[in-house]
């Protein structure tokens, strides 16, 4: 009788734990399934309109070349400042109009497409004497807007389209005028509040606009003197289905007021969330990063046969009219009125090519693709020509402009570059045969092992700027834990460096960036990737910890921080010399390793 009893409370706690194991793994897919929605829902961040201003130098704007109208007295039609932060609509910033309206006088701006010939770094103002320089806008429905006057009893004539019409005879005055002419309100009377107003544009050929937007004051409608007024959200919104957002498109990698990185697509960020698409059965997700890769290789600015560290998030074709390639990341300083470029966004790096490679290698073994393997050929052989030294491993790569002949070379090598050219150079052995590329993942190979600190358990970080001799002292995670997703069974003689991983864990089951993390707060991203390897060694109780904390930390639309404290140190410097620290904005990054480790892909392995 005894035994039966123990039998049943034997049977009721296996019970207890299966039960408690399948809510877990529910409660993971949920957070999962958020996730992947959050980064599909990336492509379209301007729920399906078109802005022509959000935010101030938002990647999102679209006629951002502004015109000056004026009578008789230009400076009576002062700049706007199109990053006021006060008393604001919605979002980080909005517009201040002012005008000094003179007797018998008028004033304005437009809102303008531009163009910019192909081999020329400065656009130039619409003109008209060419057919590419208006976006088609077929399927918007209105032009919405929202307007609020400085004192309230501000009458303004607000308008789209029209551009290359005379004003008084309505007759074209250009060869490539719009294809309507000027849409307008009237003269409208502001309040001190907040108002939305809307342009109707059903039935009107939007085919080709190069004005999107424009204003003017009039001595007539407006009465004279000083006029101060704001406007913010701009956007058409289109009636039913619309193609604006259709093709190559990149993620934009943070959800943050940083102005430096906010309309930055990082490639690794980017590959991550094709992978994570790949992961779970998102294969036209997949594909729209990808083919966005395809083009920004072969639209590069400089040669196409490389990959930058970043691209300008959103569509990467440009803007009828703009043939510079694909769109770099960037931002525009209004106090210097100039557009400035950080040199490492514009860079190209081993570890970051070799993950864009990674990506399009995945997809093409699971759902095959020819492209996607030239392309990921092209990249790795730039790096077999560029990126050695005669001794075993790859350099970094380059910060700068090539096509401007500003590059700053990198010849220290880095284990993380080298774990992912190692995993992609061993792949495309497999598929070609091609004996270079079982030389470059065993020289790669050859660096990763020459890293192994065996007194200490752990690996170093790479080498100094002479390719060899390791630095020592930083203890990082991602080149102890991707060791282990690469190599497989190459990886048993470290076995010891997870006893290093494992002394890193803190007590909410998140893991820091380096081991010398002194702020108490995590690293998400690294967090998800270790909590993958244990899912993958088979140790669901580590992996089940870490992956509950992230999941803790998603936030409502989807998305983890790269964070869990307002600046995380990496222990490492930026080329300025400044501390690299992790924010916690929302990242595409922690996201998408989720996604991975909750559906134990390995982007490593194939």
Not at 196 to 204: A, C, F, H
Not at 364 to 377: H, M, Q, S, T, V
Not at 529 to 552: H, I, K, P, Q, W
Not at 570 to 588: A, K, R
Request: hydrophobic fraction near 35%.
């Amino acid at each position: 009788m005894k035994r039966n009893i123990l039998y049943q409370i034997l049977f009721f706690i296996i019970l207890t734990c299966v039960l408690n194991v399948s809510a877990q793994n529910d409660h993971l897919d949920a957070a999962k399934d958020k996730a992947v929605a959050a980064l599909i829902d990336r492509f379209d961040e301007g729920n399906g309109v078109l802005y022509v201003y959000r935010d101030f130098s938002l990647s999102l704007n679209h006629f951002t070349q502004k015109a000056k109208m004026f009578g008789r007295i230009e400076n009576a039609v002062h700049d706007m400042d199109e990053n006021w932060k006060e008393d604001l609509r919605s979002g980080q910033s909005a517009i201040r109009c002012e005008i000094d309206v003179p007797s018998d006088d008028w004033g304005g701006w437009l809102f303008l497409n531009g163009y910019l010939p192909a081999g020329e770094t400065e656009p130039h103002l619409s003109d008209g004497l060419s057919s590419d320089q208006g976006i088609d806008l077929t399927g918007a429905a209105e032009l919405r807007f929202y307007a609020k006057g400085e004192m309230g009893g501000e009458r303004v004539e607000f308008f789209t389209a029209g551009f290359g019409y005379d004003g008084n005879t309505g007759f074209p005055t250009v060869p490539y005028p719009d294809s309507t002419r000027k849409q307008s309100l009237g003269y409208v009377t502001l309040t001190k509040d907040w108002q939305e107003y809307v342009i109707d544009l059903r039935g009107t050929d939007m085919s080709s606009i190069s004005c999107g937007f424009g204003f003017a004051l009039s001595a007539g409608e407006s009465g004279t003197g000083n006029k101060v007024f704001y406007l913010d959200e701009i956007r058409f919104v289109p009636e039913g289905y619309t193609g604006w957002t259709e093709g190559p498109s990149l993620l934009r990698s943070y959800d943050t007021e940083n102005i430096y990185i906010r309309n930055a697509a990082y490639t690794y960020d980017n590959a991550l969330a094709a992978m994570a698409f790949i992961s779970d059965d998102e294969p036209e997700a997949a594909k729209k990063i990808l083919d966005g890769f395809v083009y920004a290789v072969e639209h590069d600015r400089y040669r196409p046969d490389r990959i930058r560290n970043a691209y300008m998030a959103g569509p990467v074709e440009p803007a009828n009219g703009w043939e510079n390639g694909i769109n770099m990341p960037g931002w525009w300083d209004q106090d210097a009125n100039s557009w400035y470029e950080d040199r490492y966004q514009t860079g190209s790096n081993t570890g970051n090519t070799s993950y864009a490679a990674l990506a399009l290698l995945q997809y093409d073994a699971l759902y095959g693709n020819e492209k996607y393997r030239e392309i990921a050929r092209l990249l790795m052989d730039r790096i077999l020509a560029e990126n050695t030294d005669g001794w075993y491993g790859f350099t970094g790569g380059y910060d700068g402009w090539p096509e401007a002949d500003v590059v700053y070379d990198f010849t220290y090598k880095s284990i993380e570059h080298n774990i992912d050219a190692y995993a992609v150079f061993k792949r495309l052995y497999d598929l070609t045969g091609d004996r270079r590329y079982a030389d470059a993942a065993e020289s790669a190979l050859q660096l990763i092992r020459a890293m192994y600190a065996a007194d200490e358990k752990y690996f170093y970080t790479g080498t100094g700027d002479d390719g060899r001799t390791p630095n020592k002292g930083l203890v990082v995670l991602d080149g102890m834990v991707w060791n282990q997703l690469a190599l497989q069974d190459e990886f048993e003689p470290y076995l010891d460096v997870l006893e290093t991983v494992d002394s890193m864990r803190t007590a909410e089951g998140g893991y820091p960036f380096s081991q010398g993390n002194g702020n108490g707060g995590w690293w998400p991203e690294g967090t998800a990737f270790t909590a993958l390897m244990y899912r993958l060694l088979g140790d669901e109780v580590r992996a089940g910890e870490s992956l509950n904390a992230l999941r803790n930390i998603q936030t409502y639309r989807g998305m983890i921080p790269a964070s869990t404290v307002e600046q995380l140190p990496t222990g490492l410097d930026l080329f300025d010399g400044s501390s690299w620290n992790y924010s916690n904005d929302p990242h595409v990054a922690p996201t998408a390793w989720f996604v991975m480790a909750v559906n134990g892909f390995n982007p490593y392995t194939f």
